[in-house]
């Protein structure tokens, strides 16, 4: 069965760095595109990042471009989020979730993870 | 950039029908997933491509899109579809997953 485990969540100061990690089992992971989303507390959900099968293809939401990377080992089964320079409105529990295709581009999001809560606080 | 519009919220007495909105610009011509996140746990897709079901989800959801608006319909309401839903789309001018606020539904 399909498994996606989150890690690397906890409180963090304003400006510093975080790295959360994605362990896929159960299904091919390097041919599916890959999906964060984040929920911050009470609230809806706000996509932040894809990466194709591949990793050759990446798109950011326009609030986390240029601070978050997506990235991938598929030798490895894993999906990554490299956060920098923390802000207060990060504070969200973060999903990694699998695309139904390998571009991660139109088709949903068939699984998703339990998901890893990122606090950020002085 | 797209935006999606639902309802904060909807009511419905149990075994009645429920419908959620979700309005966007011309998204009758977008394919529109829907997700089921009940209180502490990950969202669940229960419809796909504007209508139709993952395996796994029961027939009393169904969804719909044409012109501005999308809708979820769950037939036979039950206490356990008491969840918030939000309806998803990709926009491909901008290159980004878009989804809506999401809509609290309620069973009196």
């Known amino acids: 069965q399909v498994q996606l485990v989150e890690s690397g969540g906890g409180v963090v100061q304003p400006g510093r760095s975080l790295r959360l990690s994605c362990a896929a089992s159960g299904f091919t992971f390097s041919s599916y595109g890959m999906h964060w989303v984040r929920q911050a507390p009470g609230k809806g959900l706000e996509w932040v990042a894809v990466i194709s099968y591949d990793g050759s293809n990446k798109y950011y939401a326009d609030s986390v471009k240029g601070r978050f990377t997506i990235s991938r080992d598929n030798a490895k089964n894993s999906l990554y989020l490299q956060i920098n320079s923390l802000r207060d409105e990060d504070t969200a529990v973060y999903y990694c979730a699998k695309d139904l295709d390998s571009s991660g581009r139109s088709l949903p999001f068939d699984y998703w993870g339990q998901g890893t809560l990122v606090t950020v606080s002085s | 950039s797209y935006v999606l519009t639902q309802p904060p919220s909807v009511s419905v007495a149990p075994g009645k029908t429920a419908r959620i909105t979700c309005g966007g610009n011309?998204?009758?011509?977008?394919?529109v997933h829907w997700y089921q996140q009940k209180p502490g746990q990950a969202p669940v897709l229960v419809v796909y491509?504007?209508?139709d079901r993952p395996s796994g989800i029961p027939e009393r959801f169904s969804g719909s899109n044409s012109g501005n608006t999308a809708t979820l319909t769950i037939s036979r309401v039950e206490a356990g579809d008491e969840a918030d839903y939000y309806c998803q789309v990709w926009d491909s001018s901008s290159d980004h997953w878009v989804f809506g606020g999401g809509t609290k539904l309620t069973v009196l």
């Open positions: 491509d504007d209508s």
């Open positions: 011309n998204i009758g011509s977008k394919s």
